[in-house]
């Protein structure tokens, strides 16, 4: 019954911030599957516009991967955030849990200090075939081009699924 109160609150209180940057795509299918899972009131918005993250609950923040840390403009937008609770997500093309994506998610981790982050998720995104062909071509590729094979056809149905498990579960530790 506590439980049902607790959900039944979130439902009608949270706000939620859902900011994110996509280049090709991905991440904004991420960003639309972060709105549709949470509960309560949702804003969501480029983090080019730089929304007000000031009274909202919940602010998740989503990137792409470009050298190995989080795009440019979102790295810009985490490290201006402070006293927050933060929900991460990217996509990339490196394989998801591989160093490579380890280190990125560490690094938008630490952009975001002075905040609390309350979740974390990341899966493979397909990369754009004329820049991984650049890529792959050079004397030393990046080091996740190798992966970029198996990024094909993501964020698939399964990465979405898994990207709403997992907000479900930072958000049941959210208290409004
Ligand atoms: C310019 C550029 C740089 C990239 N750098 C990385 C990188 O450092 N690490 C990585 O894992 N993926 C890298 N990628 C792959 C993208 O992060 C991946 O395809 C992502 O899903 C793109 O997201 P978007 O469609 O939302 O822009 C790069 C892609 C581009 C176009």
């Not at 938008?108 to 905040?115: F, I, M, P, T, Y």
């Amino acid at each position: 019954m506590t439980t049902l109160n607790h959900n039944y609150k979130k439902d009608v209180i949270m706000r939620s911030l859902i900011v994110y940057s996509s280049k090709g795509g991905n991440t904004e299918k991420l960003a639309e599957t972060v709105r549709d899972a949470l509960p309560g009131k949702t804003h969501l918005a480029l983090v080019q516009d730089d929304p007000d993250p000031s009274g909202f609950a919940l602010i998740c923040v989503g990137f792409w991967l470009q050298k190995g840390a989080p795009d440019a403009a979102a790295a810009a937008y985490l490290e201006k955030l402070q006293g927050h609770k933060l929900f991460l997500f990217a996509s990339h093309g490196a394989a998801v849990h591989s160093t490579h994506a380890e280190q990125a998610m560490q690094a938008a981790r630490d952009l975001a200090k002075g905040n609390e982050v309350v979740g974390v998720f990341s899966c493979q995104g397909e990369v754009d075939p004329e820049f991984l062909a650049e890529v792959s071509t050079r004397p030393t590729p990046p080091p996740w081009a190798a992966d970029a094979v198996t990024a094909v056809g993501h964020p698939d149905a399964a990465d979405l699924q898994s990207l709403s498990e997992q907000l479900a579960a930072a958000v049941a530790k959210i208290s409004v």
